[in-house]
């Protein structure tokens, strides 16, 4: 084999010769400043990704907060709409028990009679006394396991 073509034969392996000046060798650092300018963009962008993602935190926060006090209010003027209705009923069912004791009832027949004096008889009645003495009820016993 030819010496021009930059194969050396030496102990029956092919090696390349560094006597031939038309190989050039790369240098070692060649990709340093690529690998550089890589290094800066990728840091660049994690560093924007960073703040972006502090600022939708904070405005998750803001908004979990609006959230809450308007969840707040909204049960606040729930609780005084059913005090409301409650004292309204209230204030009419006691407008209507004054005006039935003042007022007695003008209807003429026997039945409505009957049907109103019996209405309003259980709204009086007490509840019954439980007995004064300490013997318990057999037939009321309860047995759990």
């Excluded at 390349?16 to 660049?44: C, D, H």
């Excluded at 409650?86 to 009419?92: G, I, M, T």
């Excluded at 209507?96 to 709204?123: E, F, I, N, V």
């Amino acid at each position: 084999m030819p010496a021009a073509s930059g194969l050396r034969m030496g102990c029956g392996l092919l090696s390349w010769s560094t006597e031939n000046p038309a190989v050039v060798q790369k240098p070692k650092r060649a990709m340093l400043p690529v690998l550089i300018i890589l290094f800066l963009a990728s840091y660049g962008l994690m560093a924007m990704l960073v703040t972006e993602q502090g600022h939708t935190i904070d405005s998750q926060r803001w908004l979990i907060q609006s959230l809450f006090s308007d969840s707040n209010k909204l049960a606040h003027m729930q609780v005084k709409a059913v005090q409301k209705k409650n004292a309204e009923a209230q204030a009419q069912a006691t407008a209507k028990d004054h005006s039935q004791t003042q007022t007695p009832p003008a209807s003429g027949t026997r039945r409505d009679d009957a049907k109103s004096s019996h209405g309003t008889s259980k709204l009086h009645h007490a509840l019954p006394k439980p007995p004064a003495n300490d013997i318990m009820d057999v037939r009321r016993n309860v047995l759990t396991i």
